[in-house]
């Protein structure tokens, strides 16, 4: 398929989530070297904005408001979304992309999956390629893990590598304050060191590793204290272990009167429950004070997935 701009086409800006994982239980990894994986993925209103301009050729900016080096260069997710949108749909068509970054860079958030979630619906539209939501996710989960999640957004089980996802039942309101240590950690390294710390323990890693039921069941009732309860991540060993300052911030929020805390994804990001947004100030408050991380944020779930919020 070969596509050419419209004429009357000229901008597009989207929007996608970053998000948390309340549940990550891993599992063994498979022949590809892939860990099996089920987790409960959250996104929330932290929104990463990409605008696709028309333009002779593919460049990318950035404009950033939160700390961390954002690349501009053929590795970032955004510019390799656009790039592989081309390569299969023969796109002569080019866009000058622009993100607005607001979830914490290598922080477990998802930003940069994000990033190439909100391309693919933006240039999908600039670029009057008429994709369905199936076929998005498809080019999404080529490009990461976290890809089809931020297309889908809201509250979602995800197996396999975490991209393959059901749809989870959500009721209530879900605070949340998000404490953001600075630095960052490497994922692979996070995954290493989970398997040594597995290895050392002589426990055998589940084959195909199930969720929580009491967690589903917390989303389906809004029981935030059943919730707190089965916060859970099988990589915070190893966060913890590579960035030891991590597990006082969850002592000192849980401490506080959070419902829970837990590292997100691969971390260093530190996601505490709190009770409503009066909670979540409060709590965002005292982590500030106590000078545990270099920001913290409240933010909402479950918000929606990547979706176009402006063109002209």
């Given amino acids: 398929?070969?596509?050419?701009?419209?004429?009357?086409?000229?901008?597009?800006?989207?929007?996608?989530?970053g998000k948390i994982n309340l549940s990550l239980h891993?599992?063994?990894?498979?022949?590809?070297?892939?860990h099996a994986l089920a987790t409960v993925f959250q996104a929330v209103d932290l929104m990463e904005t990409v605008t696709a301009q028309a333009a002779d050729d593919l460049h990318l900016t950035v404009t950033s408001h939160v700390d961390g080096d954002v690349p501009t260069d053929g590795t970032n997710l955004a510019l390799r979304a656009a790039?592989?949108?081309?390569?299969?749909?023969?796109?002569?068509?080019?866009?000058?992309?622009?993100?607005?970054?607001?979830?914490p860079?290598?922080?477990g958030m998802g930003g940069g999956s994000a990033d190439a979630a909100a391309a693919l619906v933006a240039l999908n539209r600039l670029w009057e390629l008429d994709l369905e939501p199936a076929a998005l996710r498809e080019l999404g989960g080529r490009l990461g893990a976290d890809v089809p999640f931020a297309l889908t957004?809201?509250?979602?089980?995800?197996?396999?590598?975490?991209?393959?996802?059901?749809?989870?039942?959500?009721?209530?309101?879900?605070?949340?304050?998000?404490?953001?240590?600075?630095?960052h950690l490497s994922t692979p390294e996070v995954y290493r060191t989970h398997d040594e710390l597995v290895?050392?323990?002589?426990?055998?890693?589940?084959?195909?590793?199930?969720?929580?039921?009491?967690?589903?069941?917390?989303?389906?009732?809004?029981?935030?204290a059943l919730l707190g309860e089965t916060l859970h991540n099988d990589l915070q060993a190893a966060a913890f272990h590579l960035r030891p300052g991590l597990?006082?911030?969850?002592?000192?929020?849980?401490?506080?009167?959070?419902?829970?805390?837990?590292?997100?994804?691969?971390?260093?990001?530190?996601?505490?429950?709190?009770?409503?947004?009066?909670?979540?100030?409060?709590?965002?408050?005292?982590?500030?004070?106590?000078?545990?991380?270099?920001?913290c944020l409240t933010t909402t779930g479950s918000a929606p997935g990547a979706r176009v919020i402006s063109e002209e």
């Fill in 247 to 295: 597990a006082p911030v969850c002592e000192l929020a849980e401490g506080s009167g959070a419902y829970g805390a837990l590292v997100s994804g691969s971390g260093p990001t530190i996601a505490v429950l709190a009770g409503d947004a009066d909670h979540a100030a409060q709590l965002a408050a005292l982590l500030r004070a106590e000078g545990v991380a270099q920001q």
């Fill in 199 to 224: 290895r050392q323990a002589g426990r055998e890693p589940a084959a195909v590793p199930e969720p929580d039921d009491r967690q589903v069941q917390a989303l389906r009732s809004a029981d935030v």
């Fill in 153 to 183: 957004g809201h509250t979602a089980l995800g197996r396999g590598n975490g991209d393959d996802l059901s749809p989870l039942l959500v009721t209530g309101e879900w605070h949340w304050v998000l404490a953001v240590p600075g630095g």
């Fill in 1 to 17: 398929m070969s596509t050419t701009m419209s004429p009357e086409r000229r901008r597009v800006v989207a929007q996608a989530p």
């Fill in 83 to 103: 790039r592989l949108l081309q390569q299969e749909h023969r796109i002569t068509a080019g866009a000058a992309l622009h993100i607005d970054k607001t979830v």
């Fill in 105 to 107: 860079v290598a922080g």
């Fill in 26 to 34: 891993v599992g063994a990894v498979d022949h590809r070297g892939y």
